[in-house]
């Protein structure tokens, strides 16, 4: 049975301190869930603040992520964080290919791959987004844009490493809009993703991939999002700043 998950991306808030104490208040609400929640939960802080985090949470309930990696393994690149580095630090999983780094760092889908297989060779697990801009969704080309994302970035793995990979849908029209794709939306995408994964992986690995939903979930709709039956839990950005929100969230599940 495919894991459901709540992941928290940070993004570029919080300075050292309050990152620290909103880390702590999600630990201490963490803890008091019940014992039979099996919601697996990841938060993604800057990069700064990764080791501190660290030792503010317990690493057995949630899960530390970074929000990138670069895509090269050592070397003369100043200002990069290499997977092994990551991986050094505690941390477990990494987000790879964010509609924000693709369009204002310029990542293409043969980068995000280079960074996947580097978080594979680094034990991380990869949280891999995809998905369209509100051109792409009104030209009615959307299924197009995901399939291709995936085919570039992903489908060249073998079965085994795929089935290490965590799938986000993110509507980029959806992100930072105030406009939240349906749950009907979603879940079209979210069937449609799982479809072309049996396609190349077959139906086991498919239905055991985790996808995600990333744009604009908070604590209002996210049980109707999520009692859709291919949406395996959500990509949070601004929800997951509040602690409250955030695990509001994952009790919706």
Known sequence: MRKKI????WKMNTNLQSGIALASQINKLVKNLP??????????????????????IDNEKICL?????AAYPKGAY???????????AGVKAVIIGHSERRAYFGETDET????????????????FCCGEQLAERQSGNYFNIVQNQLLKGL???????FERVIIAYEPVWAIGTGVTASAEQAQEMHKFIRAIIADKYG?????????LYGGSCKPSNA???????????GLIGGASLKAEDFIEIVKAI
């Open 223 to 233: 049980k109707e999002l999520f009692s859709q039956p291919d949406v395996d839990g």
């Open 112 to 127: 995000l791959s280079t960074k996947v297989d580097l978080c594979l060779e680094n034990n991380l697990k990869p949280i």
């Open 155 to 161: 489908f060249g793995l073998s079965p085994e490493n």
């Open 78 to 88: 100043t200002g990069e964080i290499s997977a092994k580095m990551l991986q050094s």
């Open 203 to 211: 139906s086991l690995i498919a239905d055991d991939t985790t996808i």
């Open 65 to 69: 992520a970074s929000q990138n990696c």
């Open 6 to 9: 709540v992941a928290g991306n």
């Open 35 to 56: 014992d039979d929640s099996k919601t697996g939960i990841v938060i993604a802080p800057p990069f700064l603040h990764l080791s501190s985090v660290q030792g503010a």
